[in-house]
């Protein structure tokens, strides 16, 4: 689940370079985003200083990604799970049941 929360940036950090990348995503990605016509997009690239091979390869979904150094994120989901026991689990709470460790650890 935590390597899918990742950004198309924090995933473009990992690239290695010259990697296999499967453009079957990209295509897919160009595909159902209809409203970004070509210009748009290389200007995005342009923009954002990224190859089109660099953005194919954050748009995989299983990217091998160890933990990089800016993923502060990361370590305050770590420890709020961590400190999460399902014994404060209120059943009553319904739709803040997902929110409840978060909404725990900002208390």
């Known amino acids: 689940m935590i390597k899918r929360a990742r950004t198309i940036q924090e995933k473009r950090r990992a690239y290695p370079g010259h990697a296999d990348v499967d453009y079957g995503y990209l295509k897919e990605w160009r595909n159902t985003k209809t409203l970004l016509k070509d210009k748009f997009y290389h200007e995005?690239?342009?923009?954002?200083?990224?190859?089109?091979?660099?953005?194919a390869f954050s748009l995989q979904p299983e990217v091998n990604l160890d933990k990089l150094?800016?993923?502060e994120w990361y370590d305050i989901y770590t420890e709020i799970m961590?400190?999460?026991?399902?014994?404060k689990i209120d059943t009553k709470s319904?739709?803040?049941?997902l929110t409840m460790p978060f909404s725990i650890y900002f208390t």
């Open 44 to 55: 995005m690239l342009n923009e954002n200083d990224m190859t089109e091979e660099e953005f």
């Open 69 to 71: 150094e800016e993923d």
């Open 82 to 87: 961590e400190e999460f026991s399902e014994d």
């Open 94 to 97: 319904g739709v803040g049941l």
